[in-house]
């Protein structure tokens, strides 16, 4: 008996090791993109950055910058199973890199996912993060912020065929789906909306739950949402009235003001050059959100 | 200290749903343990082979991928609509049901052949030998190893944390988001697990004495 | 079949009721399958796109390297928890009382709390204090999946180690010091052997379920298989639907089957320990439970054959 047992499984990683071995069809995997390709740019990189920053100092001595980023947020932070980044925050991401010196190929990317990026960030894992962060007191206590880059407003995703939902004042009884420690999802459970709340750690669980009827509506920032419903145009939709205002920056480390500052005047610059317009118009200006200029000067602390 | 008393309310929240999570998911891998048993001891192969599988599969994955396909494949295929919570229940349950299934057919195993052969020959029934001659003996074998498995149950629970139920990881969670010092956080969750764990370890004994009996 | 505890061999008519009890039972079975595989079909898991994800050079890089991932956090959470078992077992029986206590503190510390609690407070931790450590990339995850393992491993490890030992018959270690053999010499030469000898199945079984908890890394976003696999499926859309199903399949197929081969091993040399005559009984080759029953284990095996006492953490 035991003998069979074996074989069967050595049989099946054996049958796995071999298919892994013999390579396999590039490119990416799945359904090709609906809102077309998205872009992505080219920065002209700066030389010899003097920074009085700890953290860019660290980055510079290990020739590597990591920044961390979204995975799983199309047309925003996305990841492909070729291993290829995409979309507007790692477009912000790669031009923010480039004025601190750092080239595309010294940019190391590192997936860290909303319920972990308070941690992440103030423990120095990330040297600086771009990945929908939106900007607010409680956090300021624990992370530094740069921005903000872009103003996004918590909206719902619901099913296609969905009817009662018409905005968030129709949740009250429905399931709502968010990720643990998100501002929307704080806001809609209020008694004021009254929506039941499931909470997982990915914004792509959230969706999954809503295909299968697990939940009935979604909720993060309009930005992403649109990214989702721009990928299933046929089974999904935002219903298009924001209720919140999320300003979006990029996470630091707090102490580090010379950081801060230095990443504030790489915004405001690719802002003032058209890079911010170019980026935007060929990754989230994709999936259907219009073109709005960030205001600017920036804010500095 | 004070972590304890200004987070007293989380605290008690994620004691209870541990709680409630860990009797939930017992109940039902009891029932579905016993059950799985019957069909391994059984004289009918199909259902011997179910159990068999049953076991062999659930036992050898991954909790966490049970949850995966607890919360991303059941709903999608069987039941739409199901609650976190019960999902949770479920794949606790489903997991912790093989070993109870080993336990209870080991406990069987243990009462000697001869003993249910002079039962048929005194003219005893099916159930009748099953429940005054196999019963009260295999039970008395199973009781200690299903302390270490609801003990085991309990601390599984904490899985059920990340996926959207409110239970002591939760709060260890919460606390060290909000930049708590984690020695402290672990502590008093250790300790909350500590009365838990104790408490079944004592019921258990508890039981165990009152069936012990002089041989 | 032969007669069991609750029948009786069949008889003409027993032998035709389980007959058809058996066409119904398999009825039954396969009902149950098919209708799942249809509902799988119906919502369409099994349509050539979603299978095809698996021929893409990404996709399998991406499992192996998940694969790899998990192998090789397993591998060194093995061997510190097996070497932190054998200081903690040591220790619990040692002659002086203050080791005696904090190795039985530790023991009991960390074999009550879940592992995933104590693997996100090190990773805390280790985040904190991570340029101190020299922690680089993925250190700080890696270590505090390791360290967590071990950590809670070792004390389940050394509780076996402890039954292990002490299922040496006394005669042995009298004899032992009798020749003259000092403490260390009696521990490490006669004891120790003898113990992991008859251990052996348990520890391999409470092996597997390391292998099993590594994907606890899961939830510190660690990328081991699990959360490879995952993140393919999130971040795939086939045919508007993401590929959990055949994700799921693929991984969890990889997973027992390397937990079976590794059950399997202990099975053989349980097998294999029934045929030395040391006198010692070796341990059924069954996952022991949070094995604080170690000693319990072997007390029940003696009657209750293949004990089923068993769990993971």
């Known amino acids: ?301 | 200290m004070n972590l304890l008393f200004d987070y007293f309310p989380e605290f008690r929240e994620g004691f209870l749903g541990t709680l409630s999570l860990t009797a939930a998911s017992a109940a039902l891998a009891l029932i579905l343990g016993i059950v799985m048993a019957g069909f391994r001891v059984s004289p009918i192969p199909p259902l011997r082979a179910f159990g068999t599988a049953w076991v062999t599969l659930l036992r050898n994955t991954p909790l966490t991928l049970l949850f995966l396909i607890a919360f991303f494949v059941i709903p999608q295929i069987l039941f739409p609509g199901t609650s976190p919570y019960k999902l949770a229940v479920g794949a606790l349950g489903c997991y912790t049901s093989t070993f109870i299934c080993e336990a209870v057919r080991s406990g069987i195993s243990t009462v000697p052949i001869g003993q249910a052969e002079a039962a048929r020959s005194l003219g005893m029934t099916f159930f009748q030998t099953l429940r005054m001659i196999v019963l009260p003996q295999a039970t008395r074998t199973v009781i200690p190893p299903l302390s270490s498995i609801f003990i085991a149950l309990t601390k599984n629970s904490a899985i059920a944390g990340a996926f959207s139920n409110t239970e002591l990881f939760n709060v260890s969670k919460l606390l060290n988001d909000k930049g708590y010092p984690t020695g402290w956080i672990f502590l008093w969750i250790a300790l909350a697990y500590l009365v838990i764990t104790l408490a079944i370890s004592g019921l258990f004994r508890l039981l165990e004495r009152r069936m012990e009996v002089a041989r | 079949m032969s007669a069991s505890v609750l029948y009786d061999a069949p008889g003409p008519k027993a032998r035709i009721r389980n007959r058809v009890y058996s066409v119904i039972g398999t009825l039954a079975v396969l009902g149950l399958i098919a209708f799942i595989v249809v509902r799988l079909n119906d919502k369409g898991q099994f349509a050539p796109e979603m299978w095809d994800i698996f021929n893409y050079a990404g996709v399998r890089n991406d499992i192996v390297d998940g694969l790899l991932t998990t192998l090789q956090v397993f591998a060194v959470a093995a061997v510190l928890s097996l070497a932190l078992g054998v200081v903690l077992a040591v220790g619990r029986l040692s002659d002086h009382k203050a080791v005696r206590w904090f190795a039985t503190g530790f023991i009991e510390l960390f074999r009550s709390i879940p592992l995933l609690i104590t693997i996100y407070a090190l990773w805390q931790i280790f985040l904190t204090y991570k340029n101190d450590l020299g922690f680089a990339g993925d250190g700080t995850e890696f270590w505090a999946l390791v360290v967590g393992l071990a950590v809670y491993n070792g004390s389940v490890q050394a509780e076996v180690l402890r039954a292990g030992i002490n299922s040496v018959p006394k005669g042995q270690r009298e004899a032992a010091y009798a020749l003259g053999m000092r403490k260390t010499q009696v521990m490490m030469t006669i004891l120790i052997p003898q113990g992991v000898r008859a251990m052996l199945p348990t520890i391999i079984s409470q092996l597997v379920v390391t292998l099993k908890d590594t994907s606890l890394g899961y939830v510190i976003t660690y990328q081991e298989l699990l959360y490879q696999v995952q993140q393919i499926a999130g971040n795939t859309v086939v045919n508007d639907d993401y590929p959990y199903v055949p994700l799921i399949i693929v991984g969890g197929a990889i997973y027992v089957a390397l937990c079976m081969a590794l059950s399997a091993l202990a099975t053989w040399i349980e097998r294999r320990g029934r045929r030395a005559k040391s006198g010692i009984a070796v341990a059924p080759a069954e996952q022991p439970i949070a094995a604080g029953d170690a000693l319990d284990v072997i007390d029940h095996s003696e009657v209750a054959g293949p004990a089923g006492t068993a769990t993971k953490n």
């Open chain 1, 1 to 301: 008996m035991s003998i069979r047992k074996t074989a069967a499984a050595a049989s099946v990683v054996l049958a796995l090791a071999a298919t892994a071995a013999c390579g396999g069809k590039e490119g990416n995997a799945g359904d090709k993109p609906k809102g077309g390709e998205v872009i992505s740019g080219k920065y002209t990189v700066a030389k010899d950055v003097k920074l009085d920053s700890p953290t860019l100092k660290a980055a510079q001595k290990r020739g590597k910058l990591i920044i961390g980023a979204k995975a799983d947020q199309p047309y925003l932070g996305f990841e492909d199973t070729t291993g290829k980044r995409s979309g507007f925050d790692i477009e912000i991401a790669k031009m923010v890199a480039a004025d601190l010196g750092f080239s595309e190929d010294q940019i190391e990317f590192k997936t860290v996912d909303s319920n972990v990026r308070e941690t992440s960030i103030s423990k120095g894992q990330v040297d600086y993060y771009v990945g929908t962060y939106t900007i607010n007191d409680e956090r300021k206590k624990q992370v530094g912020f740069a921005g903000p880059y872009y103003v996004a407003g918590a909206d719902l995703l619901v099913r296609k065929d969905e009817k009662d939902i018409t905005g968030p004042e129709s949740v009250k009884g429905k399931k709502v789906c968010s990720i643990v420690g998100s501002t929307p999802l704080q806001e809609i459970k209020k008694s004021k909306y009254g929506a039941k709340t499931t909470e997982l750690g990915k914004y792509s669980l959230c969706v999954k739950q809503l295909l299968d009827g697990q939940v009935d509506a979604v909720t993060t920032d309009d930005a992403i949402l649109k990214g989702y419903a721009a990928q299933r145009p046929s089974k999904l939709k935002v219903v298009g009235k924001p209720f919140t205002k999320e300003p979006y920056g990029i996470g630091m480390n707090k102490g580090d003001k010379a950081l801060r500052d230095a990443i504030t005047d790489a915004l405001e610059k690719h802002i003032k050059n058209g890079d911010y317009k170019k980026a935007y118009e060929g990754t989230l200006g994709k999936s259907g959100s219009a073109y709005v200029a960030p205001e600017t000067p920036l804010p500095r602390y």
